[in-house]
């Protein structure tokens, strides 16, 4: 009677701490390949500019978290970005042809994907670290145009600027399996054009641009 009472204890108290296991999950990782389009602008009240297009190819690694309302992927974009600024052929003619600048440049991002619609749609939303290259110009005839809105600043003197910027994402991911679409607003947080500040151009003032871009890409994960 005795030996059957402890192990109707012993069986409760397995129950017991079975039923308090935490839940196992089977987080998934995966591993995300692709590439899409840009269109670029720096926002300055320095120059006249024109939004530019241009390419990405993207690849991150990516956590599917089942037991939660978000999910977590790493990501690096390799791109090239072009914008046109305002210009004239002489300082003292009047004119407006625009000049092309094209820009080489790398982004790492954390992106937290709030899922909405299970795996197949998200909104996507995190931080990114920005670097890029100086500035340049696509046609070389016009590096000895004049910048309008000043007296003597050329088009060459405004490619070297900051290579470093903090990005602020937000974006929708949709798709099914292993195929998705994602599109991405991205606003530089730090002013890009700080380093010509640094530069003794008369004149010129305080320059100030952040950079923008939105993206449409398409990748495969493995």
């Given at each position: 009677?005795?030996?059957?009472?402890?192990?109707?204890?012993?069986?409760?108290?397995?129950?017991?701490?079975?039923?308090?296991?935490?839940?196992?999950?089977?987080?998934?990782?995966?591993?995300?390949?692709?590439?899409?389009?840009?269109?670029?602008?720096?926002?300055?009240?320095?120059?006249?500019?024109?939004?530019?297009?241009?390419?990405?190819?993207?690849?991150?690694?990516?956590?599917?978290?089942?037991?939660?309302?978000?999910?977590?992927?790493?990501?690096?974009?390799?791109?090239?970005?072009?914008?046109?600024?305002?210009?004239?052929?002489?300082?003292?003619?009047?004119?407006?042809?625009?000049?092309?600048?094209?820009?080489?440049?790398?982004?790492?991002?954390?992106?937290?994907?709030?899922?909405?619609?299970?795996?197949?749609?998200?909104?996507?939303?995190?931080?990114?670290l920005h670097y890029n290259g100086e500035l340049e110009i696509t046609d070389g005839v016009k590096e000895n145009y004049f910048i309008n809105g000043y007296e003597s600043l050329m088009a060459s003197e405004i490619t070297d600027i900051n290579k470093f910027n903090i990005n602020g994402m937000a974006g929708v991911t949709a798709g099914f399996g292993r195929f998705k679409v994602r599109a991405q607003y991205i606003y530089g947080l730090l002013n890009s054009l700080d380093k010509l500040n640094k530069k003794a151009i008369e004149g010129a003032g305080e320059f100030k641009g952040n950079p923008i871009m939105f993206t449409a890409a398409a990748f495969i994960s493995f």
């Open positions: 009677m005795r030996t059957s009472f402890l192990l109707v204890l012993l069986t409760l108290g397995f129950v017991t701490l079975l039923h308090a296991q935490p839940k196992n999950y089977m987080i998934k990782n995966n591993f995300m390949l692709g590439g899409g389009i840009t269109y670029f602008d720096m926002i300055s009240d320095n120059f006249e500019t024109k939004k530019g297009n241009g390419w990405l190819i993207s690849t991150g690694i990516g956590a599917y978290l089942p037991h939660k309302w978000y999910d977590i992927s790493y990501n690096i974009q390799l791109m090239q970005n072009k914008f046109e600024v305002s210009g004239r052929v002489s300082d003292d003619v009047t004119g407006n042809e625009m000049v092309e600048y094209k820009m080489f440049a790398a982004q790492a991002g954390l992106v937290f994907h709030i899922n909405i619609i299970g795996a197949n749609l998200s909104l996507d939303l995190g931080p990114q």
